[in-house]
């Protein structure tokens, strides 16, 4: 079984910055895909971004504001979130270990993270 555990997020003016950590259990955690997702009220969980097999991948909608950085060594992945805007405010999730599918499918994903609220005010 493994455990994913996030922290980080808040509420921030528009513009400014958050970072958010996930911590993903394991001995593997170095093989393993990290996705993060967001949700807002309502809608499917929507990618943010991924890493896996030494690659990063973006949305369009945040590649050139979000940037996500890995520590194997400390099993943690973390998303540096900059230039927030209102629309960027929603739940924010970590997701370990792509079961199947692609790595920007919040389905394909085996474990989960309890979710983190990010709020951005104008």
């Known amino acids: 079984q493994v455990q994913v555990v996030q922290s980080g997020g808040g509420l921030v003016q528009a513009g400014g910055s958050l970072e958010l950590s996930c911590v993903a259990s394991?001995?593997?955690?170095?093989?393993?895909?990290v996705g993060w997702f967001r949700q807002y009220p309502g809608k499917e969980h929507e990618f943010v971004a991924a890493?896996?097999?030494?690659?990063?991948y973006y949305a369009d909608s945040v590649k050139d504001r979000f940037t996500m950085r890995r520590d194997d060594a400390k099993s943690t992945v973390h998303l540096q979130l900059n230039n927030l805007k209102p629309e960027d405010t929603a739940v924010y999730y970590c997701a370990a270990i792509l079961r199947r599918g692609t790595y920007n499918g919040w389905a394909n994903y085996e474990y989960r993270g309890q979710g983190t609220q990010v709020t951005v005010s104008s």
């Open positions: 890493t896996g097999r030494g690659r990063l």
């Open positions: 394991g001995r593997s955690f170095s093989t393993y895909y």
